[in-house]
């Protein structure tokens, strides 16, 4: 499929048609992965490991609401339900953290040595272990020359976040898990989801500023809950539905591949 503004236009009228029935006829599952979200907050330091797993559950109970209603799966209560779709969603889900892992500490290893051979370039002699030193070394044009590399990393990382941003809707659809297979799927979309998910995501970035802004304007106390807790409502009432939405529409648009090929 060609990119351009029409496909852009098309996903983010998409995504927003998507919000009013995703929030009605998935409700209470939104409520649910709301309420787990806030649970880490209460837990005591000592377990304070276990929030990501409470975040992956419940991402999972929303996405998969959204999802088994848009492939017009198993409804539960109001969206409300765990099953093999969930199950299904939650693997994905880890799949796609443990391959944006892998990345990411690549991608460290190599933004480390390109930092460390233009600071060995500017000062031969230099101090690997001298915070000063690293100082001299990237103040000049060697550091201009050093910030390129977690630019382009933080660049491939978002790139491969797009191209396996259709996996959950592969999954639901194809009644199985769905990460690199699913891959082909976004080939020549790349542009039309990072557009329509800026666009789409503009209306929370706004509202969460703009309550920034008035707190600080009232003089509301630090640490103030507000943002926070509007940040939620938005992620699960608007980011999601919408999100989702859109990306049913992209993928419903892609020709379907033969599953289990990898297409780049």
């Not at 929303?62 to 409300?80: E, K, M, S, T, V």
């Not at 329509?196 to 008035?214: E, S």
Request: hydrophobic residues 60%.
């Amino acid at each position: 499929m060609s990119e351009g503004s029409p496909a852009i236009g098309r996903t983010v009228r998409a995504g927003l048609a998507g919000w009013g029935p995703g929030v009605r006829g998935c409700g209470a599952a939104l409520v649910a992965g709301a309420g787990l979200s806030l649970l880490p907050r209460a837990l005591p330091p000592s377990l304070a490991f276990l929030g990501p797993a409470f975040e992956f559950v419940a991402a999972t109970l929303a996405y998969g609401a959204l999802y088994r209603a848009a492939f017009d799966g198993p409804r539960g209560w109001n969206g409300l339900r765990w099953g093999r779709e969930e199950w299904r969603l939650l693997a994905v889900q880890l799949l796609i953290a443990v391959v944006m892992t892998v990345v990411a500490a690549v991608m460290f290893v190599v933004v480390g040595a390109v930092a460390l051979g233009v600071a060995r370039s500017a000062a031969p002699d230099f101090d690997a272990t001298s915070l000063q030193a690293w100082r001299a070394a990237l103040s000049g044009p060697g550091g201009i020359l050093a910030s390129l590399a977690p630019l382009a990393s933080l660049a491939l990382l978002a790139w491969i976040g797009l191209r396996l941003a259709l996996a959950p809707a592969a999954t639901i659809a194809a009644g199985r898990v769905q990460v690199l297979s699913a891959f082909s799927l976004t080939r020549g979309t790349v542009l039309t989801l990072l557009a329509a998910g800026l666009v789409l995501a503009a209306p929370a970035v706004i509202v969460t500023a703009a309550l920034g802004y008035l707190r600080a304007v009232a003089g509301l106390a630090e640490p103030s809950s507000l943002p926070a807790l509007a940040s939620l409502v938005l992620l699960f009432f608007y980011l999601i539905p919408v999100w989702t939405a859109a990306l049913v529409e992209v993928y419903r648009r892609q020709a379907a591949p033969t599953f289990g090929t990898l297409r780049p």
